[in-house]
């Protein structure tokens, strides 16, 4: 397996647009994570799916930030409209479930100007 | 909440000695804590888990210690080396849930 496939590696976009994030978990975990990571504040969870449902948002900042799983080999984080603050590093991560592993994807770098 | 902490401050030691990082946790024990290592462009990638009812786990020349009456564990690189140096993250998961939070991580740094 290629592991947790994550695109773009790098996105730079203009505040106000709107910018999708994607990731490929590995085939046969069943649970998902999206997480940013930023120097003040580390790694936060942002959401997290199991079996493809969306089990806690709570992390998610603010209404302009949303995602989907719509089948288990992949998801979207979507941004929009983007703003400076959001510029961050979005890791996306997957499981066997409980008590397993995290094995994470290389990583969005997103740049919002 | 759960709260985790891990030094901030990044920690220098020489080539060949043990590297001990710390971290607390505050509030409930997690069923178990995982280690991970991050190196600069690249996602964390898993070293070690223990869970609460374990006291020490062993990987080659890791060791993780887990104290739920002190709330902490510690991670400890024997015999250290250059490219052992990374950020060093701790994982504790929210009992009942799938979730999985991380502390902000300590830089280590070995001197050759």
């Known amino acids: 397996d290629a592991g947790v496939i994550q695109s773009p590696r790098h996105e730079v976009t203009e505040m106000g647009q709107e910018v999708t994030l994607r990731c490929k978990p590995i085939s046969g975990h069943n649970s998902l994570f999206w997480y940013r990571q930023t120097m003040m504040r580390g790694l936060e969870l942002l959401i997290y799916f199991n079996n493809n449902v969306p089990i806690d948002d709570s992390g998610m900042p603010e209404d302009r930030f949303s995602a989907k799983m719509p089948n288990a080999s992949f998801s979207t984080l979507k941004i929009q409209p983007s703003e400076p603050r959001d510029s961050a590093v979005y890791f996306c991560a997957s499981t066997l479930g409980e008590g397993t592993e995290a094995f994470f994807g290389q990583g969005t770098r997103l740049t919002v100007v | 909440s759960q709260k985790i902490e891990q030094n901030s401050e990044a920690l220098n030691i020489q080539e060949g000695k043990t590297a001990t990082l710390t971290c607390n946790y505050t509030?409930?024990?997690?069923?178990?804590l995982q280690w991970y290592r991050q190196d600069p462009g690249r996602g964390p990638v898993f070293l070690l888990l223990?869970?609460?009812?374990?006291k020490e786990k062993r990987k080659e020349r890791l060791k993780v210690t887990f104290d739920t009456t002190l709330k902490q564990s510690l991670f400890h690189i024997t015999a250290s080396q250059p490219a052992d140096s990374a950020t060093y993250l701790c994982a504790l998961d929210i009992p009942g849930t799938y979730k999985y939070i991380f502390g902000t991580g300590t830089r280590l740094k070995v001197l050759a």
């Open positions: 223990i869970r609460e009812n374990e």
């Open positions: 509030n409930y024990s997690p069923a178990y």
